[in-house]
């Protein structure tokens, strides 16, 4: 692992996206796993501000999804999907040869596992996964308990991730489970970003780099990724031990 400590969000947010950018230019066909969530926002607003001021070629870049609600889709307003064509997708004018995002409303969801599975093997692996960290250690929807190996696959959604994900929807809304990329995919990927901000991640964030390799944190596998960033903020690396950089 290798952490990246910044002053605030905004400063992480652009060291995060410089990476981004790093290693999307250092392959001739790129492919990127993107999360949604509050944690990867400011990344991807520097990687659209980015674009425009420096015209970066995009045009071979690829992305996958990394995980969506059962049941929804980019037609509801709080899915994955929709945050990410609002944050990303549609800013950086991406085609849709681009884009391969989970469709939660599927009525084959092992079906839709094995398609986003298919696109990333066609596209010889993920170079980049970005990813942000739960509360309770989750990374995408693989939650506490999940098999290290796991591939694609339908979760179920604990009572922590059901709470927090409410914020981002008008009314209350049923979060049972969701269809997302497995541990074992994501440890596949060249290299894991992984974005950790806020007083309150600081302790998960510490049982994540200095905690057992256990399944009851999920992002404790990181430990084993030959090449893994973690970037994070002061008030979520408070508890740490030691970091390994900052700049």
Same mark, same amino acid.
């Given at each position: $692992? *290798?952490?990246i400590?910044?002053?605030?969000y905004?400063?992480?947010?652009?060291?995060?996206?410089? *990476?981004?950018?790093?290693?999307?230019q250092?392959?001739?066909?790129?492919?990127c796993c993107?999360a949604? !969530?509050?944690s990867?926002?400011?990344?991807?607003?520097a990687?659209?501000?980015?674009?425009?001021?420096?015209?970066l070629?995009?045009?071979?870049w690829q992305?996958v999804?990394?995980?969506?609600?059962?049941g $929804?889709?980019?037609?509801?307003?709080g899915? &994955?999907?929709h945050?990410?064509e609002?944050?990303?997708?549609k800013p950086?004018?991406?085609?849709?040869?681009?884009i &391969?995002?989970?469709?939660?409303?599927?009525?084959?969801?092992?079906?839709? &596992?094995?398609?986003?599975?298919?696109?990333i093997?066609?596209?010889d692996?993920?170079?980049i996964?970005?990813?942000?960290?739960?509360?309770?250690g989750?990374? !995408?929807?693989n %939650?506490?308990g999940?098999s290290f190996?796991?591939?694609?696959?339908?979760?179920?959604?604990s009572a922590?991730?059901?709470s927090v994900?409410?914020?981002?929807?008008?009314?209350?809304?049923?979060?049972?489970?969701?269809?997302?990329?497995?541990?074992?995919?994501l $440890?596949?990927?060249?290299n894991?970003?992984?974005?950790?901000? !806020?007083?309150?991640?600081?302790s998960i964030i *510490?049982r994540?780099i %200095?905690?057992?390799?256990?399944?009851d944190?999920?992002?404790s596998?990181?430990? *084993?990724?030959?090449?893994?960033?973690?970037?994070i903020?002061n008030?979520?690396a408070?508890l740490?031990?030691?970091?390994d950089?900052t700049?």
């Amino acid at each position: $692992m *290798k952490i990246i400590v910044q002053p605030n969000y905004q400063d992480l947010s652009t060291a995060a996206a410089n *990476k981004v950018v790093d290693i999307m230019q250092a392959s001739p066909k790129p492919l990127c796993c993107i999360a949604s !969530g509050d944690s990867p926002r400011g990344l991807y607003q520097a990687l659209v501000r980015k674009n425009k001021e420096e015209n970066l070629d995009i045009s071979h870049w690829q992305f996958v999804g990394l995980d969506e609600w059962l049941g $929804m889709n980019a037609t509801d307003q709080g899915s &994955c999907v929709h945050m990410l064509e609002n944050e990303l997708v549609k800013p950086l004018g991406l085609l849709p040869h681009q884009i &391969c995002l989970f469709d939660g409303r599927t009525k084959n969801p092992l079906q839709e &596992c094995s398609r986003v599975e298919d696109f990333i093997q066609q596209h010889d692996g993920m170079d980049i996964a970005i990813l942000g960290l739960g509360l309770n250690g989750h990374l !995408g929807l693989n %939650e506490p308990g999940t098999s290290f190996t796991a591939r694609a696959h339908v979760s179920d959604i604990s009572a922590s991730t059901q709470s927090v994900g409410q914020k981002y929807f008008s009314a209350e809304t049923s979060l049972t489970k969701g269809i997302t990329l497995g541990l074992g995919s994501l $440890m596949e990927a060249k290299n894991i970003l992984l974005i950790v901000s !806020g007083e309150k991640k600081a302790s998960i964030i *510490k049982r994540v780099i %200095e905690g057992e390799i256990d399944t009851d944190v999920p992002a404790s596998i990181l430990q *084993k990724h030959p090449s893994c960033y973690i970037f994070i903020d002061n008030s979520a690396a408070q508890l740490l031990s030691k970091t390994d950089s900052t700049k």
